[in-house]
């Protein structure tokens, strides 16, 4: 079976520092990687993805995300906070290995605070 | 442009009424599926569906009911039998494609008054 951990209930940063969200997986085969920002009463909007080759991936709004096979991660990273980016970030993973269609399994959510 | 139409935004439900939460997608996508979030929390899975006049319960089905008589059109019932509907419903559709995630509409907050 698939599953996602997302070991911090909420982040806090100084705008202007690095921020790190951390995201571990599980899966039988190879992982397909995903990460989603959510802002207030919205939905969730794509970030990045891993699906093959280098394993730093960038994506939106400056994030980026390394993909660790042997730790098994795949945490989101931005060089520098800002204020705008507080939202709520979820990481999810699709095993290569499941038959059981195309289905997506989502972390419990990382809320994210970037105070000035 | 494409994307994923949830309707309405607001909706408030009197206890024993059911209602009915329209999702609409013009991607072309075989999947859609419905999600439940409290205030704060993550996603909980109610159903999905993978093709047309199919569909599958998730982790949280009890209370509500679904359909897909078209691959555009996925409307959640959330019937009378769930005792606690207060909450943020998401629908997501995707492709086929296992390298692309899934799309999101922008969701219908439900209020029992």
Known sequence: AQSVAQPEDQVNVAEGNPLTVKCTYSVSGNPYLFWYVQYPNRGLQFLLKYITGDNLVKGSYGFEAEFNKSQTSFHLKKPSALVSDSALYFCAVRDLANNAGNMLTFGGGTRLMVKP | ?113
């Open chain 2, 1 to 113: 442009d494409g994307g994923i139409t949830q309707s309405p935004k607001y909706l408030f439900r009197k206890e024993g009424q059911n209602v009915t939460l329209s999702c609409e997608q013009n991607l072309n996508h075989d999947a859609m599926y419905w999600y439940r979030q409290d205030p704060g929390q993550g996603l909980r899975l109610i159903y999905y569906s993978q093709i047309v006049n199919d569909f599958q319960k998730g982790d949280i089905a009890e209370g509500y009911s679904v359909s897909r008589e078209k691959k555009e059109s996925f409307p959640l019932t959330v019937t009378s039998a769930q005792k606690n509907p207060t909450a943020f419903y998401l629908c997501a559709s995707s492709t086929w494609d296992r390298g692309n995630g899934y799309t999101f509409g922008s969701g219908t907050r439900l209020t029992v008054v």
